[in-house]
């Protein structure tokens, strides 16, 4: 076989591979139950940001009591004094990053991705609308 005979079939192959093409998913001839869907909407996404702040303040909650249990504490004379302050530093770094994380972090986002949500429903609503009252492409 020559080179070109070789290139030729090659280039052929590599072609009906790129080809493309459509396949819809469907149920199973025999039957089958349909698989349950995930439905998110900006509703969906704001309930998990609600959800993302109950769990920011119980937690900031928690850490105003624990800082309060610690702060009455004095080992002044002993070794692990330093110890204590040395974990309510770290407490309270470590408590304002999760705090940050929380608010910013997921909530935040949550509530970004919520109002992307809204905004392309609405511009999608205005679409339809627009292309409904004869505004469409021909």
Known sequence: MSFDE???QARNTAAARQQSSMQLNQLPAAGGSAQPHLHVDASVLEGRAKNAETVRKNLMDADDKAMSATSGISLKGFKSDSALAV??????????????????????????????????EAKRLSDVKRTGNGGGRN
């Open 87 to 120: 974990f309510q530093k770290r407490w309270r770094s470590q408590m304002q990053h999760l705090e940050n994380l929380l608010e910013k972090g997921v909530k935040g986002n949550l509530q970004a991705s919520a109002a992307e949500f809204k905004a392309e």
């Open 6 to 8: 070789m290139w030729g």
